[in-house]
T-cell receptor
Framework: GDSVTQMEGPVTLSEEAFLTINCTYTATGYPSLFWYVQYPGEGLQLLLKATKADDKGSNKGFEATYRKETTSFHLEKGSVQVSDSAVYFCALRNYGGSQGNLIFGKGTKLSVKP | DTEVTQTPKHLVMGMTNKKSLKCEQHMGHRAMYWYKQKAKKPPELMFVYSYEKLSINESVPSRFSPECPNSSLLNLHLHALQPEDSALYLC?????????????FGPGTRLTVT
């Protein structure tokens, strides 16, 4: 079945450091890919999405490119801030697969120190 | 405006109580979802409503009873819950229930069953 694998956390960075959170997926066909962020005590917020190969999603300085050849959707940000501290979830949704449900990775906790 | 609201924010209930969670969106979305999220885990899908009809029930125990009175409102009725049902309950909505379309999440209701 379809699945998403994220890098294990927690990830601890200093402010202004470069961030990469790895995400790879297993799915048939061409799923849609998403990154969601969850701040402490809150619900999930959509960060960015991509719906076809080579699409680049971007928002608030975060970027991720849909790489069909490597089945990856890594999240990057050039300069993180303390306010970026949160849990980041990579997710996919596939036509017909898993009844089209959102399938989440386990989440990666990011802590940014001043 | 991409806002999904949920009430109450926190709920403590005994195992013999009956309570309801409420979710509302005014974005004209025709698909609405209930998720359950345990601590340090990704959300798990419980129910999907599409055009006010229940389309997916992920084998959820009958002590959870969803209701979609209209296209803007989604309820989750709770009865005879167990302590292991304590979790963050998230509502989400999307334009329609389709794999290319992103879901928007509410802030959640944190439920404690005593």
């Amino acid at each position: 079945g379809d699945s998403v694998t994220q890098m294990e956390g927690p990830v601890t960075l200093s402010e202004e450091a470069f961030l990469t959170i790895n995400c790879t997926y297993t799915a048939t066909g061409y799923p849609s890919l998403f990154w969601y962020v969850q701040y402490p005590g809150e619900g999930l917020q959509l960060l960015l999405k991509a719906t076809k190969a080579d699409d680049k999603g971007s928002n608030k300085g975060f970027e991720a490119t849909y790489r069909k050849e490597t089945t990856s959707f890594h999240l990057e940000k050039g300069s993180v801030q303390v306010s970026d501290s949160a849990v980041y979830f990579c997710a996919l949704r596939n036509y017909g697969g898993s009844q089209g449900n959102l399938i989440f990775g386990k989440g990666t906790k990011l802590s940014v120190k001043p | 405006d991409t806002e999904v609201t949920q009430t109450p924010k926190h709920l403590v209930m005994g195992m013999t109580n009956k309570k309801s969670l409420k979710c509302e969106q005014h974005m004209g979305h025709r698909a609405m979802y209930w998720y359950k999220q345990k601590a340090k885990k990704p959300p798990e899908l419980m129910f999907v409503y599409s055009y006010e009809k229940l389309s997916i029930n992920e084998s959820v125990p009958s002590r959870f009873s969803p209701e979609c009175p209209n296209s803007s409102l989604l309820n989750l009725h709770l009865h005879a819950l167990q302590p292991e049902d304590s979790a963050l309950y998230l509502c989400a909505s999307s334009h329609r229930d389709f794999y290319l379309v992103e879901q928007y999440f509410g802030p959640g209701t944190r439920l404690t069953v005593t």
